[in-house]
C-alpha cells in the first residue's frame, strides 16, 4: 500500500515541487490548492506515476478541510504526511501603510488555515501513529524581524510554536511534528506579496541566487523520510547569498 501524502498549496511553488518529490518516490498524494485549473494540471502530469487525489480548497473554510478529509476513499484515506504549505505574505511596507484586509489574510491563511488543516488530519496521522509526520513551512521571518515582516513574521512565529507545542501533546503517539523555516526563495511568493509586480519580483531574486522550490521540496522529503525515531524540531535554510543585517538606529 502507497503511503499518502497530504499537501496545501500544490498549485505552485513549494507545494507543486513537494509533490513531484513525493512522486518520483512513489508516494500517493492528495493535493489542494484554490486554484483547480493547476491542480488538474498537475494532476495530468503526475498520475501515471501514482494515485493522485485533487481538490479545490481554501484552507481558511474549516467547513470544506473537514468535508476534503473526512471524505476521503481509498487508497487516500491514510495520510502519513501532512505539508502544512499553503501561505502567504502580503503588504511588504512598513506596518503603519498596510491595510487591515492584508494583516486579516495573512492571519486567516497562514495561522487560521494552518490550524484548520492540522485539526482535520491529525486523527488520520494518529490512525498510524508511529513514522507520520507534520510538516509546517514557516520561514526565517518567523525568528527573525524585519523591516515590513510585520503581520506576516508574526503568523510564521505561530506556525513556529504552534509546531513545537504539538510536539509536546503528541510525543508518545508516534506522530512527528516539524517546523520547517526558509529563507529567500524564488517561487511566485513575491509575486503574490507584491499584488502582482513581475518587475519586483525578479529584481528582488534576479541578482543573487535565491532558493529553488525543489531545494525546500527536497528537505520536506527528507524530514518526512527519516528513520521513525528521528524528528527534526526546526529546519531553517537560508541561501548562501542570504544573511543577517545590523541593527537599525534612528539617529538625529
Ligand atoms: P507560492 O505563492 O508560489 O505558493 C503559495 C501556495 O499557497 C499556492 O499554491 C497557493 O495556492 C496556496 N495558498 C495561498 N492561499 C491559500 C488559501 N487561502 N487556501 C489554499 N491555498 C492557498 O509561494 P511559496 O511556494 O513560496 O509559499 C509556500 C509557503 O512557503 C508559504 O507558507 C510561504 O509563506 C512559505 N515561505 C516562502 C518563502 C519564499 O521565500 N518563497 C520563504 C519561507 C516561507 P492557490 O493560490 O491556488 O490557493
Ligand atoms: C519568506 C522569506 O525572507 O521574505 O518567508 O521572509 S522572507
Known amino acids: 500500500m502507497s503511503k ?3 499537501i496545501t498549496g500544490a498549485t505552485s511553488g513549494f507545494g507543486r515541487a513537494t509533490a513531484r518529490r513525493f512522486a518520483e518516490a512513489g508516494w500517493a498524494l492528495v493535493l489542494s490548492g484554490r486554484r483547480l485549473e493547476r491542480l488538474e494540471e498537475l494532476k495530468a502530469e503526475l498520475q501515471d506515476q501514482v494515485p493522485v487525489h485533487i481538490a479545490a ?3 481558511r473554510d474549516a467547513a470544506a478541510v473537514k468535508a476534503l478529509v473526512d471524505g476521503l ?6 495520510i502519513d504526511v501532512l505539508v502544512n504549505n499553503a501561505g502567504l505574505a502580503l503588504a511588504p511596507e512598513a506596518a503603519q501603510k498596510v491595510a487591515l484586509e492584508d494583516w486579516h489574510t495573512m492571519i486567516d491563511t497562514n495561522v487560521t488555515g494552518l490550524v484548520n488543516v492540522t485539526h ?6 494518529l490512525e498510524i501513529g508511529k513514522g507520520t509526520s507534520i510538516i509546517n513551512i514557516g520561514s526565517v521571518a518567523g525568528e527573525w524581524p524585519y523591516p ?3 503581520v506576516y513574521g508574526a503568523t510564521k512565529a505561530f506556525v513556529k510554536q504552534f509546531s513545537f507545542n504539538l510536539r509536546c501533546d503528541l510525543v508518545s503517539t508516534g506522530v512527528r511534528v516539524t517546523d520547517i523555516a526558509p529563507g529567500m526563495a524564488e517561487t511566485e511568493f513575491t509575486l503574490v506579496r507584491t499584488k502582482g509586480n513581475q518587475a519586483a519580483s525578479d529584481a528582488l ?5 535565491p532558493l529553488t522550490a525543489e531545494d525546500i521540496a527536497e528537505q520536506i522529503f527528507y524530514v518526512a523520510t527519516l528513520p521513525d525515531h528521528i524528528n527534526i524540531n526546526r529546519l531553517e535554510i537560508m541561501p548562501s547569498r542570504q544573511a543577517w543585517s545590523p ?3 534612528d539617529r538625529d
Open 4 to 6: 499518502v501524502a497530504f
Open 57 to 59: 480548497l481554501d484552507v
Open 73 to 78: 476513499q481509498a487508497p487516500f484515506d491514510r
Open 120 to 125: 482535520a488530519v491529525l486523527p488520520k496521522l
Open 148 to 150: 515590513g515582516g510585520h
Open 205 to 209: 531574486y534576479g541578482t543573487t541566487t
Open 247 to 249: 541593527f537599525a538606529i
